[in-house]
């Protein structure tokens, strides 16, 4: 299986080493290398009929070419007619095109449609043939075709040779395509059709073995602190507050107090919308902890984020007679060394900080309960590093990221998940409009009518700074204008994440304390920032973020009791209406997985590992497949069925399987 690399034309020293460096060292490991996109130029869409937001073929004739240069962007562009119309083609900083397209040509071109003063192909790739051209993620020092080509020749070296470890009869019973088939159509489709029983084949497999391996997971989930809790002081705890929960904070919270009752290590996903009150069911867990003697710690992924929990930890568990102390990583060596014998004597019940809480020199008294906010980018092993500073300590994650929940049986099946499913009363709606170009001025009129009633704004755009290959808003541009010419006199700050750490967190705070009208950003202001005075979102480009990133950026407004506004500038699309219409996270969340799939909506792709990262563009429907498959393997884990995929399972996740007993 593992066939050198050497014999393949084409791949001189350089490129074995370009590969190698990728990771790439033989035949096997190239064809599990599989195309994160796929070209199809066998259906040519009439100019007429292209819509926004797809990629499409497109045969036309080239008029009007033209280069020009827009700072330091140089821009191509042409006008591409055929019998039903004409739309324009631009290419960023591409200026030998300008030779290639003669007016007149006949050209066969692909790209994605977008809205740009009307609707245009952007960077639209010159194809020489039809077919369904595969394209696989960039490997430094080797051009695409080059890749495809030694990609055909291993094909060759391993035709007929791919083991096909599934058992039989699940394969006819989920209807699932040979895997040698799979391998080359995944590589070489001849049809649209073949393509998509060879991607079903392989995300069904890489699926399957995945919920699975996480079962195996589970199943090494030790003793963990066993921590009473009388249900009259989860009462006490709902009392001290000054308004009572919701029915569904009641359950969840009901929920982890039967988790750390049962002394087996609590492992457990909670998950809600923004505003649902997640918070206060992570302050009713810590407290609980200590009620028992056992110390807890809650970890968050900024600086900003921790004090603010540090500050809300202050005001609900400390009258309760709870100690709470914070630790970062800006502190002073004076400040690290008290908080850290703090920690280590049990002084603080609670701490509460970012990384630095899980740093070697930080040892705690007795650690029963590890609650890590905003950490659903993180794998096994991250949940767990904390948890590895206790005996067993019991884990919480808290995520206000909405996933649809068969998605989230997938990516959190080690870990079992409640959803916060409703919302305090009382909290303001978001307004959501999609504000077209022409109407730029009148919208800035309304953001210093809102400044000047007392409230705040941000504008956030999809770029730090200018690109050279996007057309896109960027934040430094944006924080200039603004500040110097559209919103003059009104006091405009400016974060972003290139910015130092020091840097960012001290333009968040203050916003946060109110000496700034308007913060102009990128989206890290997307994760846990509370301003309850910001009653204004602006985002640039709208239509270049997912609608889950959108949401979740919208959920920076309406903390206060005032009216609350977002604004989407771009034209108007049927993606962007769903936002105009609901405020529901799971109904956008479940929307965005339809689009674009899982990796797209949680903000990532996958490639490498045990799998071949195809999972990421399954839909809902394979995602449900398969899980039901998993758990009935699982119910009869002694049939011949299950014992073949729990050892496919053991083999491909060996290495993960490893390092979570070693935690």
Same mark, same amino acid.
């Given at each position: 299986?593992?066939?050198?690399?050497?014999?393949?034309?084409?791949?001189?020293?350089?490129?074995?080493?370009?590969?190698?460096?990728?990771?790439?060292?033989?035949?096997?490991?190239?064809?599990?290398?599989?195309?994160?996109?796929?070209?199809?130029?066998?259906?040519?869409?009439?100019?007429?009929?292209?819509?926004?937001?797809?990629?499409?073929?497109?045969?036309?004739?080239?008029?009007?070419?033209?280069?020009?240069?827009?700072?330091?962007?140089?821009?191509?562009?042409?006008?591409?007619?055929?019998?039903?119309?004409?739309?324009?083609?631009?290419?960023?900083?591409?200026?030998?095109?300008?030779?290639?397209?003669?007016?007149?040509?006949?050209?066969?071109?692909?790209?994605? $449609?977008?809205?740009?003063?009307?609707?245009?192909?952007?960077?639209?790739?010159?194809?020489?043939?039809?077919?369904?051209?595969?394209?696989?993620?960039?490997?430094?020092?080797?051009?695409?075709?080059?890749?495809?080509?030694?990609?055909?020749?291993?094909?060759?070296?391993?035709?007929?040779?791919?083991?096909?470890?599934?058992?039989?009869?699940?394969?006819?019973?989920?209807?699932?395509?040979?895997?040698?088939?799979?391998?080359?159509?995944?590589?070489?489709?001849?049809?649209?059709?073949?393509?998509?029983?060879?991607?079903?084949?392989?995300?069904?497999?890489?699926?399957?073995?995945?919920?699975?391996?996480?079962?195996?997971?589970?199943?090494?989930?030790?003793?963990?602190?066993?921590?009473?809790?009388?249900?009259?002081?989860?009462?006490?705890?709902?009392?001290?507050?000054?308004?009572?929960?919701?029915?569904?904070?009641?359950?969840?919270?009901?929920?982890?107090?039967?988790?750390?009752?049962?002394?087996?290590?609590?492992?457990?996903?909670?998950?809600?919308?923004?505003?649902?009150?997640?918070?206060?069911?992570?302050?009713?867990?810590?407290?609980?902890?200590?009620?028992?003697?056992?110390?807890?710690?809650?970890?968050?992924?900024?600086?900003?984020?921790?004090?603010?929990?540090?500050?809300?930890?202050?005001?609900?568990?400390?009258?309760?007679?709870?100690?709470?102390?914070?630790?970062?990583?800006?502190?002073?060596?004076?400040?690290?060394?008290?908080?850290?014998?703090?920690?280590?004597?049990?002084?603080?019940?609670?701490?509460?900080?970012?990384?630095?809480?899980?740093?070697?020199?930080?040892?705690?008294?007795?650690?029963?309960?590890?609650?890590?906010?905003?950490?659903?980018?993180?794998?096994?092993?991250?949940?767990?590093?904390?948890?590895?500073?206790?005996?067993?300590?019991? $884990?919480?994650?808290?995520?206000?990221?909405?996933?649809?929940?068969?998605?989230?049986?997938?990516?959190?099946?080690?870990?079992?998940?409640?959803?916060?499913?409703?919302?305090?009363?009382?909290?303001?709606?978001?307004?959501?409009?999609?504000?077209?170009?022409?109407?730029?001025?009148?919208?800035?009129?309304?953001?210093?009518?809102?400044?000047?009633?007392?409230?705040?704004?941000?504008?956030?755009?999809?770029?730090?700074?200018?690109?050279?290959?996007?057309?896109?808003?960027?934040?430094?541009?944006?924080?200039?204008?603004?500040?110097?010419?559209?919103?003059?006199?009104?006091?405009?700050?400016?974060?972003?994440?290139?910015?130092?750490?020091?840097?960012?967190?001290?333009?968040?705070?203050?916003?946060?304390?109110?000496?700034?009208?308007?913060? $102009?950003?990128?989206?890290?202001?997307?994760?846990? $920032?509370?301003?309850?005075?910001?009653?204004?979102?602006?985002?640039?480009?709208?239509?270049?973020?997912?609608?889950?990133?959108?949401?979740?950026?919208?959920?920076?407004?309406?903390?206060?009791?005032?009216?609350?506004?977002?604004?989407?500038?771009?034209?108007?699309?049927?993606?962007?209406?769903?936002?105009?219409?609901?405020?529901?996270?799971?109904?956008?969340?479940?929307?965005?997985?339809?689009?674009?799939?899982?990796?797209?909506?949680?903000?990532?792709?996958?490639?490498?590992?045990?799998?071949?990262?195809?999972?990421?563009?399954?839909?809902?429907?394979?995602?449900?497949?398969?899980?039901?498959?998993?758990?009935?393997?699982?119910?009869?884990?002694?049939?011949?069925?299950?014992?073949?995929?729990?050892?496919?399972?053991?083999?491909?996740?060996?290495?993960?399987?490893?390092?979570?007993?070693?935690?």
């Amino acid at each position: 299986m593992d066939v050198n690399l050497s014999g393949i034309r084409g791949l001189g020293k350089a490129r074995l080493q370009a590969l190698k460096a990728d990771g790439i060292e033989t035949v096997r490991q190239l064809l599990l290398r599989l195309p994160s996109e796929y070209r199809d130029l066998t259906r040519v869409t009439p100019i007429d009929q292209l819509r926004e937001g797809e990629a499409a073929a497109v045969s036309g004739r080239i008029e009007a070419p033209r280069t020009f240069r827009k700072g330091h962007l140089s821009i191509t562009s042409a006008k591409v007619s055929d019998e039903s119309g004409t739309i324009r083609a631009v290419w960023y900083n591409q200026p030998w095109l300008g030779k290639a397209l003669e007016d007149g040509r006949e050209v066969l071109l692909y790209g994605r $449609v977008e809205r740009r003063n009307g609707l245009q192909l952007t960077s639209p790739s010159i194809e020489k043939e039809r077919g369904i051209v595969p394209v696989y993620r960039k490997t430094a020092g080797i051009p695409g075709a080059v890749f495809r080509d030694i990609v055909a020749q291993a094909l060759g070296v391993m035709e007929g040779q791919w083991p096909d470890e599934l058992p039989e009869a699940l394969k006819k019973r989920h209807q699932l395509a040979e895997r040698n088939f799979a391998m080359r159509a995944a590589h070489l489709p001849e049809s649209m059709e073949a393509l998509e029983a060879a991607k079903r084949r392989l995300a069904f497999e890489e699926l399957l073995i995945y919920q699975v391996g996480l079962w195996l997971l589970r199943g090494q989930r030790s003793a963990g602190a066993a921590i009473p809790c009388p249900p009259e002081e989860i009462e006490a705890f709902w009392g001290s507050l000054p308004y009572r929960p919701t029915k569904a904070q009641a359950r969840v919270l009901n929920e982890i107090a039967n988790d750390l009752a049962d002394g087996c290590q609590m492992a457990r996903l909670v998950q809600g919308d923004v505003g649902c009150g997640k918070t206060a069911i992570a302050m009713g867990a810590l407290y609980l902890a200590a009620r028992q003697g056992y110390q807890g710690a809650l970890m968050a992924p900024t600086e900003v984020l921790a004090r603010q929990h540090y500050e809300t930890a202050k005001q609900i568990l400390e009258p309760l007679g709870v100690s709470c102390g914070l630790l970062t990583g800006s502190m002073t060596a004076k400040e690290h060394r008290l908080a850290h014998e703090a920690i280590a004597s049990g002084q603080w019940r609670v701490a509460i900080g970012t990384h630095a809480l899980i740093s070697e020199k930080v040892a705690y008294e007795n650690l029963g309960l590890v609650v890590t906010d905003e950490q659903h980018r993180f794998g096994v092993r991250q949940r767990t590093a904390l948890g590895a500073k206790g005996q067993s300590a019991n $884990v919480l994650v808290m995520s206000a990221t909405p996933i649809p929940r068969t998605l989230s049986l997938i990516l959190y099946g080690d870990l079992d998940i409640s959803v916060v499913d409703e919302l305090p009363p009382g909290r303001t709606p978001v307004k959501t409009r999609v504000v077209p170009g022409e109407k730029r001025e009148a919208l800035y009129g309304f953001l210093k009518k809102e400044v000047a009633a007392g409230r705040q704004v941000y504008v956030v755009c999809p770029l730090v700074e200018e690109s050279e290959v996007l057309d896109a808003q960027n934040a430094q541009a944006m924080y200039e204008e603004l500040r110097d010419h559209s919103l003059n006199g009104l006091r405009v700050g400016l974060v972003h994440g290139k910015m130092k750490s020091a840097e960012k967190d001290a333009a968040l705070e203050s916003f946060r304390r109110g000496e700034m009208d308007v913060l $102009v950003s990128t989206t890290v202001i997307e994760v846990g $920032v509370n301003v309850p005075g910001a009653s204004v979102m602006v985002v640039e480009d709208a239509d270049r973020f997912g609608l889950a990133q959108l949401h979740q950026l919208r959920g920076r407004v309406g903390r206060g009791a005032e009216a609350s506004w977002c604004f989407l500038m771009a034209e108007p699309s049927e993606k962007l209406k769903l936002m105009t219409q609901t405020n529901d996270g799971f109904e956008i969340a479940r929307k965005d997985l339809e689009n674009r799939g899982p990796g797209d909506v949680l903000g990532y792709r996958q490639s490498g590992g045990a799998g071949y990262g195809l999972w990421q563009m399954a839909d809902g429907r394979l995602l449900k497949e398969t899980h039901d498959e998993a758990r009935s393997l699982l119910k009869r884990p002694d049939s011949e069925e299950a014992r073949q995929v729990i050892a496919l399972a053991r083999e491909e996740l060996a290495e993960r399987l490893r390092e979570v007993a070693m935690n």
